[in-house]
Nanobody, 126 residues
Framework: QVQLVESGGGLVQSGGSLTLSCTAP????????VGWFRRVPGKEREGIGC????????YYADSVKGRFTISRDNTQSTVYLQMNNVKPEDTGVYYC???????????????????WGQGTQVTVSS
């Protein structure tokens, strides 16, 4: 069973930046589309963006567009979520998920993904 691992979460001030990483120890995600999701307090988990297996295509939710960037380094089998100009409402648990189907695109919806990480906490102070 593939288990993804998120890292890089922590406490950051409003307006600051943070970079999250997603890997799959013992496995490779270089052929997988990867999505990022978050669960903020009081809300259901939401998709915030995704990147295709090639890295050519990315999609972002309106709530993070222009502030967050997803990238990947397939030589390291790692996907990144660069978070800039963070806001207190970005506080939550962030998850990555992978789609090993080989589809050339990606979706920002949970049904598109088979493997998930346990999440990493991001807290933005005002």
């Amino acid at each position: 069973q593939v288990q993804l691992v998120e890292s890089g979460g922590g406490l950051v001030q409003s307006g600051g930046s943070l970079t999250l990483s997603c890997t799959a120890p013992g496995f490779s995600v270089i052929y997988d589309a990867v999505g990022w999701f978050r669960r903020v307090p009081g809300k259901e988990r939401e998709g915030i963006g995704c990147i295709s297996s090639s890295g050519d295509t990315t999609y972002y939710a309106d709530s993070v567009k222009g502030r967050f960037t997803i990238s990947r380094d397939n030589t390291q089998s790692t996907v990144y979520l660069q978070m800039n100009n963070v806001k207190p409402e970005d506080t939550g648990v962030y998850y990555c998920a992978s789609d090993p189907s080989g589809q050339p695109m990606c979706v920002v919806q949970e049904f598109g993904y088979d493997y998930w990480g346990q999440g990493t906490q991001v807290t933005v102070s005002s």
